[in-house]
């Protein structure tokens, strides 16, 4: 008997063309046979979670099937019942509405896990997204992969560094289809600014500012040690990490501001910002040469122990020079022999007004075009072909931030092998990169 996966691949290689397949192929011109949709469980159910949750869902071809929370309900950043509710009985609710609401809907119903590890086992689903803090993209993608699913995970694609090392290369073990949530490599204006720098319009590079936000001073929300609530499994929330005191200030959303769950500000942006530097400067499977952490504050509060102002600085091969941080305006610039070009959310600029018109041609090289980065994912796990943003360019991506931690903690510049993957000639700063200190009883398989 074929599993899901040997289906999907024997159905993608007896399709030629169109890359991505209309609805209509499955039966009918706007639905898809139930049996030919692709099979979804959520891990992590908090705002991306739904945000993710939703965008899949309204995919002609796909059934979300499953969600996993270790929350029940719960309603983020805000105190008390303000805002959307959101954990696993608020994401059941909203995906058994949304079903029930489709003509002839034959909808079963969405089952509901606390253990990510039971939804991973099932082998009736094709694909698992991983939605939850960054210190258990890791654990739960690697266990997806493991039971054969494709994932779509939300950067930054893993916490530690040596995490991403093993998640890119069990991706390729599998032959798995992953995406990661960069959705700027889905937008048309980065794909813009990529083309222009891809056609050598500003000549050579010379020197790129990445800018990314502050990071938080004081707490956001309650500081007061609290036991956890009834709805929401703390263990298991904190997972391989240290198991700190309950606050409300450190827990939802606000968890990224401590180095146990999130990497602040740094690495909640630098896989959108400086995703797109490597993408333009043709360093997706790549990296810098050399690393400095530089003029690095903290918060005046103990609640959070991610920076507030950072700079990130890096060479790469060619002479390129580049500057990542809160220093500078939001967004990525790359200054050339022949000009500049600059591009943030919602915005293209650049030194020679011609360049930003849609009409404006910069050459022959074109970049990946994917105008909705869940159907693209969708697109990848039918066809069987890679998506805009696969594992090992999402764990590049963030490399520069990750080794700027052991920069800054060591307070020296460091030398990179992007090749290797190694810090050159300094075995302390290495062993450091590479520690998974997880709590007991968790570890990466």
């Given at each position: 008997?074929?599993?899901?996966?040997?289906?999907?691949?024997?159905a993608a290689?007896?399709?030629?063309?169109?890359?991505?397949?209309?609805?209509?192929?499955?039966?009918?011109?706007t639905?898809?046979?139930?049996?030919?949709?692709?099979?979804?469980?959520?891990?992590?159910?908090?705002?991306?979670?739904?945000?993710?949750?939703?965008?899949?869902?309204?995919?002609?071809?796909?059934?979300?099937?499953?969600?996993?929370?270790?929350?029940s309900?719960?309603?983020?950043?805000?105190?008390?019942?303000?805002?959307?509710?959101?954990?696993?009985?608020?994401?059941?609710?909203?995906?058994?509405?949304?079903?029930?609401?489709?003509?002839?809907?034959?909808?079963?119903g969405?089952?509901?896990?606390?253990?990510?590890?039971?939804?991973?086992?099932?082998?009736?689903?094709?694909a698992?997204?991983?939605?939850?803090?960054?210190?258990?993209?890791?654990?739960?993608?690697?266990?997806?992969?493991?039971?054969?699913k494709?994932?779509?995970?939300?950067?930054?694609?893993?916490?530690?560094?040596?995490?991403?090392?093993?998640?890119?290369?069990?991706?390729?073990?599998?032959?798995?289809?992953?995406?990661?949530?960069?959705?700027?490599?889905?937008?048309?204006?980065?794909h813009?600014?990529?083309?222009?720098?891809?056609?050598?319009?500003?000549?050579?590079?010379?020197?790129?500012?990445?800018?990314?936000?502050?990071?938080?001073?004081?707490?956001?929300?309650?500081?007061?040690?609290?036991?956890?609530?009834?709805?929401?499994?703390?263990?298991?929330w904190?997972?391989?990490?240290?198991?700190?005191?309950?606050?409300?200030?450190?827990?939802?959303w606000?968890?990224?501001?401590?180095?146990?769950?999130?990497?602040?500000?740094?690495?909640?942006?630098?896989?959108?910002?400086?995703?797109?530097?490597?993408?333009?400067?043709?360093?997706?499977?790549?990296?810098?040469?050399?690393?400095?952490a530089?003029?690095?504050?903290?918060?005046?509060?103990?609640?959070?122990?991610?920076?507030?102002?950072?700079?990130?600085?890096?060479?790469?091969?060619?002479?390129?020079?580049?500057?990542?941080?809160?220093?500078?305006?939001?967004?990525?610039?790359?200054?050339?022999?022949?000009?500049?070009?600059?591009?943030?959310?919602g915005?293209?600029?650049?030194?020679?007004?011609e360049?930003?018109?849609?009409?404006?041609?910069?050459?022959?090289?074109?970049?990946?075009?994917?105008?909705?980065?869940?159907?693209?994912?969708?697109?990848?796990?039918?066809?069987?072909?890679?998506?805009?943003?696969?594992?090992?360019?999402?764990?590049?991506?963030?490399?520069?931030?990750?080794?700027?931690?052991?920069?800054?903690?060591?307070?020296?510049?460091?030398?990179?092998?992007?090749?290797?993957?190694?810090?050159?000639?300094?075995?302390?700063?290495?062993?450091?990169?590479?520690?998974?200190?997880?709590?007991?009883?968790?570890?990466?398989?």
């Amino acid at each position: 008997m074929k599993t899901r996966r040997q289906f999907l691949s024997t159905a993608a290689a007896a399709v030629t063309a169109p890359a991505i397949m209309p609805s209509s192929i499955f039966g009918g011109e706007t639905k898809t046979a139930p049996s030919e949709r692709i099979t979804i469980g959520v891990i992590g159910v908090g705002g991306r979670g739904f945000a993710n949750l939703n965008g899949l869902m309204k995919q002609p071809d796909t059934q979300i099937v499953a969600v996993c929370d270790v929350d029940s309900l719960h309603y983020g950043k805000h105190e008390g019942r303000v805002g959307n509710p959101m954990g696993r009985d608020a994401a059941k609710s909203s995906v058994e509405d949304y079903y029930s609401k489709q003509a002839g809907s034959t909808y079963k119903g969405c089952d509901t896990y606390s253990d990510y590890r039971e939804l991973c086992a099932r082998d009736d689903i094709d694909a698992v997204v991983v939605a939850t803090p960054d210190n258990w993209h890791a654990l739960a993608a690697m266990e997806a992969l493991q039971n054969g699913k494709d994932v779509y995970c939300e950067k930054p694609v893993t916490h530690l560094f040596a995490e991403g090392q093993a998640l890119y290369k069990e991706v390729a073990k599998q032959k798995a289809i992953f995406q990661t949530g960069s959705q700027q490599r889905s937008t048309a204006n980065f794909h813009q600014a990529v083309e222009l720098i891809h056609n050598g319009v500003i000549g050579k590079v010379k020197e790129v500012k990445v800018g990314l936000p502050k990071g938080h001073n004081q707490p956001l929300g309650d500081t007061k040690n609290t036991t956890p609530p009834d709805h929401l499994d703390y263990d298991f929330w904190t997972g391989p990490s240290p198991m700190l005191p309950y606050m409300k200030a450190r827990n939802h959303w606000n968890w990224r501001w401590h180095l146990a769950y999130g990497g602040g500000q740094l690495m909640d942006w630098i896989g959108h910002h400086n995703d797109i530097n490597h993408w333009a400067i043709g360093m997706d499977k790549s990296g810098p040469q050399t690393v400095e952490a530089v003029g690095w504050t903290y918060p005046e509060t103990d609640v959070y122990n991610s920076p507030v102002d950072y700079e990130v600085r890096c060479t790469y091969a060619g002479g390129i020079e580049t500057s990542i941080g809160s220093v500078n305006d939001m967004g990525t610039k790359w200054i050339g022999e022949n000009g500049w070009v600059s591009v943030t959310r919602g915005k293209l600029e650049a030194s020679n007004q011609e360049w930003v018109k849609k009409d404006f041609k910069a050459g022959s090289k074109k970049a990946y075009k994917s105008p909705n980065h869940h159907r693209n994912f969708i697109d990848g796990v039918k066809n069987r072909t890679e998506c805009v943003a696969p594992a090992e360019t999402a764990h590049r991506s963030i490399t520069p931030g990750h080794i700027a931690y052991v920069s800054q903690a060591l307070g020296r510049k460091l030398k990179w092998d992007p090749a290797k993957e190694e810090i050159v000639g300094d075995a302390e700063a290495q062993k450091k990169l590479m520690a998974l200190p997880y709590r007991a009883p968790w570890k990466l398989s």
